[in-house]
């Protein structure tokens, strides 16, 4: 395993945590009306964040505690998951906010910002899927490359 993976744990879940507090600030239009539910992106963009908790919780934390809940290919599943998740969010919100002059409008800041860490995470997540891909496939018994798949052939073809 590499050594990096925690820290990208670590840096993802610090970015989830800001987001989570970006959305929840942001949740909340100032010019609808108080009865009028937020738009379904943004509660899209806040369930992100606490599902990429959730996913890093298992991911990071479970292997080191609770080694016989842990499964490989589960882990790479969520984080598949995950990663789709940010990229869509991402793309969904920056297409519905647009692109406004925020000058020192703080809301508008707020959103930019969470806009921007919902691509960061995007990123994040999609190093990680693919890391952890390769060791998957790895620990599988698929080969990655070609060179490794020709070492691997033991018995010789025998036409018919």
Same mark, same amino acid.
């Given at each position: 395993m590499y050594s990096f993976i925690p820290l990208i744990h670590l840096v993802a879940a610090v970015f989830s945590i800001i987001e989570l507090g970006l959305m929840a600030y942001g949740i909340r239009h100032p010019l609808?009306?108080?009865l009028v539910g937020s738009p379904s992106v943004e509660s !899209?963009? =806040?369930?992100?964040a606490i599902w990429s908790l959730v996913v890093l919780v298992y991911v990071g934390l479970t292997p080191l505690y609770y080694a016989r809940v842990f499964h490989g290919l /589960? /882990? @790479? @599943?969520l984080e598949w998951i995950t990663m789709i998740f940010w990229f869509a969010g991402s793309v969904a919100f920056a297409v519905f906010w647009g692109a406004p002059?925020?000058?020192?409008?703080t809301y508008c800041g707020s959103v930019e910002a969470a806009i921007a860490? $919902? !691509? !960061?995470?995007? /990123?994040?997540?999609?190093? =990680?899927?693919v890391i952890d891909?390769?060791?998957?496939?790895? /620990?599988? $018994?698929?080969h990655t490359n070609g060179a490794a798949a020709s070492h691997h052939h033991t018995k010789p073809y025998v036409g018919a």
């Open positions: 609808l009306p108080p !899209f963009m =806040l369930f992100n /589960a /882990a @790479v @599943v002059s925020c000058r020192a409008d860490f $919902g !691509f !960061f995470l995007w /990123a994040l997540f999609l190093v =990680l899927v891909t390769i060791e998957v496939m790895r /620990a599988r $018994g698929h």
